[in-house]
C-alpha cells in the first residue's frame, strides 16, 4: 500500500471549516483514498472515500488533486464533537483488502 | 451498513494467563479483521480472519500468541495468551460488508495486564 503523510495535529475554531490535508505521492491508479476518525476511546468510523473525483457526503467533503499525489478532507461546519484523530489512507477498493493506519491527525475543535 | 458488538469491554488481567475476545456483527460477513491499538499509537493489523479457513497473521504476530477462531459468518474470537503487560492494548475487530468500501469497526476491548 502507498504511504501517506499528515500534519500531526491541528486546530480549528468551532463553526469554521477544518481542512485537514494528506499526502500520497506513491498512489496507484488503482488506489482510492479513504479517511477514518477515531473519537477518543472509540473504534474507527468511517468518514469518506475516493478514487479522483472530488466527493461529498453528509460527514464531510474530499477535494483530490488532479495528479492525485493529494487530497483534503473538509468538515465545512466543525463542532466540539469532530475533535478526533483523523486518518488518510490509500489502499485497493474492495476486495477486503486491509487498511493499515498511519499516525493521523489530531484535530482539536475550539470553542 | 453493520452493527459490531465486543465483549468484554474492558477487563484486568494478570501476568501469564489468557483472556478470549468476541466480536459479534449484525449480518454475514466474508472476513473479518482483528487490530491492537498500544497506549498512544495508532492501530495495527493482527491478523483477517476468513470463515473455514485459517487466519492470516501480520508480521510479527502469531498464531500461539494470538489464535482466532471463525466459526461462522457473524463471529469471531480473539485470544491473547500469556500475557504480559505489554499486551496492554484496546483490540478492536473490524468488518466490510457487501460492496460499499468501507469498514466498520467495534467499540474496542481494553485489556490491561498487571
Known amino acids: 500500500d502507498a504511504k501517506t503523510t499528515q500534519p500531526p495535529s491541528m486546530d480549528c475554531a468551532e463553526g469554521r471549516a477544518a481542512n485537514l490535508p494528506c499526502n500520497h505521492s506513491?498512489?496507484?491508479?488503482?488506489?482510492?483514498v479513504y479517511w477514518y476518525r477515531q473519537i477518543h476511546s472509540q473504534g474507527p468510523q468511517y468518514i469518506i472515500h475516493?478514487?479522483?473525483n472530488n466527493e461529498t457526503n453528509e460527514m464531510a467533503s474530499l477535494i483530490i488533486t488532479e495528479d492525485r499525489k493529494s487530497s483534503t478532507l473538509i468538515l465545512p461546519h466543525a463542532t466540539l464533537r469532530d475533535t478526533a484523530v483523523y486518518y488518510c489512507?490509500?489502499?485497493?477498493?474492495?476486495?477486503?483488502?486491509?487498511?493499515?493506519f498511519g499516525t493521523g491527525t489530531r484535530l482539536t475543535i475550539i470553542p | 451498513s453493520a452493527v459490531i458488538s465486543q465483549k468484554p469491554s474492558r477487563d484486568i488481567c494478570q501476568r501469564g494467563t489468557s483472556l478470549t475476545i468476541q466480536c459479534q456483527v449484525d449480518?454475514?460477513?466474508?472476513?473479518m479483521f482483528w487490530y491492537r491499538q498500544q497506549p498512544g499509537q495508532s492501530l495495527t493489523l493482527i491478523a483477517t480472519?476468513?470463515?473455514?479457513?485459517?487466519?492470516?497473521?501480520e508480521s510479527g504476530f502469531v498464531i500461539d500468541k494470538f489464535p482466532i477462531s471463525r466459526p461462522n459468518l457473524t463471529f469471531s474470537t480473539l485470544t491473547v495468551s500469556n500475557m504480559s503487560p505489554e499486551d496492554s492494548s484496546i483490540y478492536l475487530c473490524?468488518?466490510?460488508?457487501?460492496?460499499?468500501?468501507?469498514?466498520?469497526f467495534g467499540p474496542g476491548t481494553r485489556l490491561t495486564v498487571t
Open positions: 506513491t498512489i496507484s491508479g488503482n488506489e482510492y
Open positions: 449480518s454475514q460477513v466474508t472476513m
Open positions: 489512507i490509500v489502499r485497493v477498493a474492495g476486495g477486503n483488502e486491509k487498511l493499515t
Open positions: 475516493g478514487l479522483k
Open positions: 473490524s468488518v466490510e460488508p457487501g460492496q460499499g468500501y468501507e469498514q466498520y
Open positions: 480472519a476468513n470463515q473455514g479457513s485459517e487466519a492470516t497473521y
